[in-house]
């Protein structure tokens, strides 16, 4: 066992018992909308939020496309469909939105992010991480901005990029994932409150990792995040997101969009620990999470990597792809996502190889304990020009328990024959056997289970940044804490 | 060192009675052989001794050096220096026989107050213990069991009994399965292993592996008991004429139910 994780093991001991430890409230002042959604709403919103004239047309196109979209039922998870009518699509703490100095955050917030573990001051940070707190429906601060400004990159809310960098938004907002490309994808160009926007300019390695994270805590409104990564020619950046959410019993939905473009030679890794709350021992409340994630390699020799821990959450709807464009690109996905008590997951991705030589790697990793549902749902597309392209994907499944289910959903299609396709999945059980085997050995059963389990995630965690594998192998063990046995 | 007392044991949470009074004394130095027919209860007796949650002690009592163990987890009897080679060792994908023998090594030192082994030792340490039994290091990177052929998963039993160096072994059928030249190999390693201050259980169902580790005491399992213990000669004896004989010879001389 590794060092930090027989720590990881011994801070498990100090945790038992201790649940979903993120799920307090803060107690803040909103200013918010009435619920429901209209053109008005949608209007209201652009105006609040002092957006200019395009942005405000392209809400409200998104918006009736979506008043004419069908909500889908595709996946594998049943649900009570959101109440779009009830819903808040706007909620932001009165005090100052966008703030210049962290003295004049809400205290009541800063402290939040402090149990959070995620202190603003930047001397207190993570060294080398530049955050990005978005609390609701807006960000509330962004560290590091000077330092990497310097280095040229820009790292903002959205609501700030609007404004300050409309070319860039104008040219790059939506060209990965168009308006109409889902129902959710609709919802969330109509609606969406903040979210990230980073720019490394060309032949720039962003200087630290940047990161964003979100925190719904008004009980009643939905967080419609947008997030939109460009690197340009040679760039590169390491981004990380993080989410949490309080306990409520009434289900709350998050729908964002992601969109990544990587130009020639650019690298873009983007890393998820997502831990929103998934609800409790009888399934009530938790977040929806119908979130859409999709890069394009543009450029040729690009590279775009999504790395996913998927905890929490009710209900997950996601599926981080990549569009391989341009000649020589990679795509990566690494996945572990983990379901217990009643929770479903539907996860997986999208690889489009439409440029030559392109390589795709995925490696899903999905562990179900309690009486949850995980399902993997893959497609490989490699389309008649991606000559000598390969894709490789391995897809396991691990049930702990007799009242799990786990499902695999390859679709795979090659329309060229010079390229290659290789899919292995296995499903395997976390037995008695294998606990009792280790115990025998003189391991304890609650470090014989956190063996089994790092063992069959290593392959992904190994691909998150370092701070955050600690993290990883932390959470997992909380989660999975008294599953077995 | 080993004092099991009439030992009943059923199937946790059914009504499956299969140890059904076992009494086996077992001192420092010895080797004992159990033989018996399929089902009369071998392994399950190995398991109930370890601490398998599976079997549940209904009456009787198992002393280990004097403290009754029947209350202890697997893990905590195995720091106590109680050791299974099973009968079918099982494979666990992800973990590397390594990591699993250092952190088994540094687990039963640390309950014993002795001194731990850093990384750097133990790879001295357990590249030494290779030889006892001639695995090939390549085995220490690969996952545990996983994949192993039927005898290489039997060999890595011994293998990590050589690692654990424990006080009292169970070998449940470890000669089945291992070629001709690999039994030779490995009851060599098991007789290197074996000292005056340590013992050793044996499951066989065969005289030939008693020919290379010799047995101290051989006795017999049915249905849940030993009816019979001797010395190497009982072995040979059932080599010759089989379980029913010994049944009938037991009958008539009004010993068996
Ligand atoms: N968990 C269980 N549930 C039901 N029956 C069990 C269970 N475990 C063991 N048994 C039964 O108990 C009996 C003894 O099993 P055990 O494995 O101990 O036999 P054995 O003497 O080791 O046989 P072999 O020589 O074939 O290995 C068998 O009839 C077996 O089916
Ligand atoms: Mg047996």
Redesign the interface.
């Known amino acids: ?1 590794s060092e930090e994780l027989s720590d990881g093991v011994k801070e498990l001991e100090s945790m038992i018992g201790e649940e979903y430890k993120y799920g307090f409230t803060t107690d803040v002042e909103y200013e918010d909308f009435p619920k429901g959604i209209s053109e008005e709403i949608v209007r209201e919103l652009s105006r609040v939020k002092e957006e200019p004239e395009w942005m405000t047309e392209f809400r409200v196109k998104a918006y009736h496309a979506w008043k004419e979209m069908e909500e889908p039922t595709w996946f594998n998870a049943t649900y009570n469909k959101p109440d779009f009518e009830n819903l808040l699509y706007y909620s932001a703490p009165k005090k100052k939105p966008q703030l210049d100095s962290l003295d004049d955050v809400d205290p009541n917030i800063r402290e939040t992010y402090e149990k959070l573990g995620i202190p603003l001051e930047e001397q207190k940070m993570l060294s080398g991480v530049a955050v990005d707190a978005v609390f609701d429906s807006v960000s509330i601060f962004t560290s590091f901005k000077e330092k990497l400004a310097e280095a040229g990159v820009i790292f903002c809310s959205m609501s700030e990029a609007i404004k300050e960098h409309p070319e860039l938004v104008k040219k790059y907002l939506a060209s990965v994932v168009p308006v109409r490309d889902n129902f959710y994808s609709a919802l969330n160009s109509a609606v969406f409150s903040d979210g990230s926007f980073c720019y490394i300019p060309k032949n720039t390695k962003c200087p630290m990792e940047l990161s964003t994270y979100f925190r719904i805590n008004n009980m009643n409104s939905g967080q419609f995040e947008r997030t939109l990564i460009v690197a340009e020619e040679g760039a590169s950046v390491s981004y990380l997101e993080g989410c949490t959410a309080p306990m409520y019993d009434e289900n709350q939905l998050h729908a964002a969009v992601v969109e990544l473009v990587a130009l020639d030679n650019a690298d873009i890794k983007y890393s998820t620990i997502q831990n929103w709350y998934s609800g409790d021992e009888n399934g009530k409340g938790g977040i929806y999470n119908f979130v859409t994630k999709r890069g394009i390699c543009k450029g040729k020799n690009s590279h775009i990597s999504w790395t996913q821990l998927e905890t929490g959450s009710a209900v997950t709807l996601k599926y981080p792809s990549v569009i391989l464009k341009g000649d020589n690109s990679v795509g990566e996905f690494y996945s572990v996502a983990v379901t217990t008590k009643k929770q479903q997951a539907d996860t997986g991705t999208k690889m489009i190889h439409l440029g030559k030589n392109t390589k795709s790697t995925i490696i899903s990793k999905g562990i179900s304990a309690g009486q949850s549902n995980n399902s993997y749902r893959g497609e490989v597309k490699i389309s008649k020009n991606a000559t000598g392209s390969k894709n490789y994907s391995v897809c396991d499944s691990m049930l702990i328990g007799q009242e799990c289910g786990a499902h695999t959903f390859p679709y795979i299609s090659s329309e060229n024959p010079t390229s290659s396709v290789e899919h292995e999945a296995t499903t ?1 059980r976390v ?4 606990i ?10 609650q ?1 014989a289970i956190s ?2 389990i ?3 995630v ?1 392959d992904v965690l190994k691909e998150l940044p370092l701070e955050f594998a600690v993290e990883a192998n932390k959470l997992l063990d909380v989660k999975l804490e008294g599953s077995v ?1 | 060192m080993l004092e099991i007392k009439n030992l009943h044991a059923k199937v946790e949470g059914e009504d499956i009675e299969i140890l059904k009074g076992v009494n086996l004394k077992v001192n420092a130095g010895e080797i004992h052989a159990i033989m018996g027919p399929n089902g009369s209860g071998k392994s399950t007796l190995s398991k109930v001794v ?5 079997y549940e002690v209904t009456e009787g009592e198992i002393l280990f050096n004097g403290e009754d163990i029947t209350e202890l ?3 905590e009897r ?2 106590l220096g109680l ?2 080679a ?1 009968q079918y ?7 590397t026989n390594k ?3 250092r ?3 540094n ?2 030192a640390r ?1 014993n107050d002795r001194e731990e082994l850093d990384p750097i030792e133990f790879e001295d340490y357990i590249t030494e213990k290779l030889d006892v039994i001639e695995m090939k290091d390549e085995f220490l990177s690969r ?2 069991n996983t994949g192993f052929s039927g005898g290489e998963k039997k060999k890595n039993e011994i293998f ?1 009994m050589a690692v ?1 160096n424990p006080v009292l072994s169970f070998l449940d059928e470890t000669d089945s399965g291992l070629d001709i030249d690999a039994l030779k190999v490995v009851s060599d390693g098991v007789n290197k292993i074996a000292n005056d201050k340590n013992a050793i259980v044996m499951i066989t169902h065969y005289q030939r592996l008693l020919n290379y580790i010799k047995p101290d005491y051989v006795h017999v399992m049915m249905a849940g008991k030993l009816i019979k213990s001797g010395g190497f000669e009982l072995a040979e004896e059932l080599e010759a004429n089989g379980y029913d004989a010994l049944e009938k010879e037991l009958v008539l001389n009004g010993e068996a139910q």
Do not use: C
């Open positions: 066992m395997s037995g008695e056997e294998q009792f085997y280790l115990m025998q050995r003189g391991i304890s059963e470090d063996m089994i790092n063992g069959f290593k046995g | 370890s601490g398998h949650p599976e987890d697997a893990d195995a720091h050791f299974l099973f060792p099982v494979e666990v994908p992800g973990i990591t699993l023998l952190e088994a090594y687990t039963i309950a996952s545990i990590q654990l």
